[in-house]
């Protein structure tokens, strides 16, 4: 197993593409403290998972600072150390340029980039001791510039580019710090394309393996690999796990 003994932390763990993560990283062995808002949908994934391996729920509004020392804090309380920091959980609102408010902004950096660069920090004490690493999302939305994204593709790009900053910072540490940028099939993606059929086909057109990936299958084992021992020689790399969509040279 790529991941026995380890202990991580993933936000945004109780669906989409983040549950996927947690199903994987229990089945390679990991120790996992999954980060999310409802407490009752958390007793129920934990109840549900039980039978992968340990994990545990915490329920934390991450837009808020001192979420990421409290989350740290209680994940060695709990499990004695941290090897890994998933930072998966991210909430926007969709407008025009032209129809973006300010609390649109302050949604997507508090829970997307603050809420990330907060954590790392947090949990950097911790790495330091396991030389761990860290995985970041990022987004086709911000590297292609989707329209009506503007407050999750900015959010998604300053992700990338604190994540480059801190993997050379944090080299010397010999905390790793990689990105994912996902394409996936998650339930808030199922309810898109049933309200816009038209687009849902139009993103598919454009993805050459020709269809949206599976969170467990397809997305998790890719988190994985920057996890483990397997990824030791990287660090500050975006990984594009989008069936082709977007070339990064």
Not at 41 to 70: M, N, R, W, Y
Not at 162 to 183: F, H, K, L, Q, T
Request: aromatic share 6%; charged share 20%; proline share 4%.
């Amino acid at each position: 197993m790529k991941l026995e003994n380890k202990v991580a932390i993933i936000t945004g763990g109780a669906g989409g593409i983040g549950q996927g993560i947690v199903r994987r990283f229990l089945t390679e062995g990991a120790k996992v403290v999954v980060v999310d808002l409802n407490q009752d949908q958390g007793d129920q994934l934990v109840a549900d998972l039980a039978d992968l391996g340990e994990v545990h729920f915490i329920a934390k509004d991450i837009s808020l600072p001192q979420s990421a020392t409290e989350i740290v804090a209680e994940t060695v309380a709990r499990f004695g150390k941290l090897d890994v920091l998933v930072n998966n959980a991210h909430a926007s609102r969709q407008a025009p340029i032209l129809e973006t408010t300010p609390e649109m902004w302050d949604l997507s950096m508090g829970t997307g980039l603050m809420a990330t660069f907060n954590l790392m920090r947090a949990a950097h004490p911790e790495l330091v001791k396991t030389t761990g690493s860290i995985v970041n999302f990022a987004s086709g939305a911000g590297i292609k510039g989707l329209p009506t994204q503007a407050t999750y593709a900015a959010a998604k790009e300053a992700i990338r580019a604190v994540s480059r900053v801190a993997a050379n910072e944090w080299a010397a540490d010999g905390i790793r710090v990689n990105i994912v940028s996902p394409i996936a099939l998650t339930p808030g993606i199922v309810q898109w394309s049933n309200a816009f059929p038209d687009a849902y086909q139009e993103v598919i057109d454009g993805i050459p393996l020709g269809r949206l990936g599976d969170p467990e299958t397809d997305i998790a084992p890719i988190v994985v690999f920057l996890a483990s021992e397997d990824s030791h020689y990287m660090t500050g790399q975006t990984l594009m796990a989008d069936g082709g969509s977007i070339k990064l040279y």
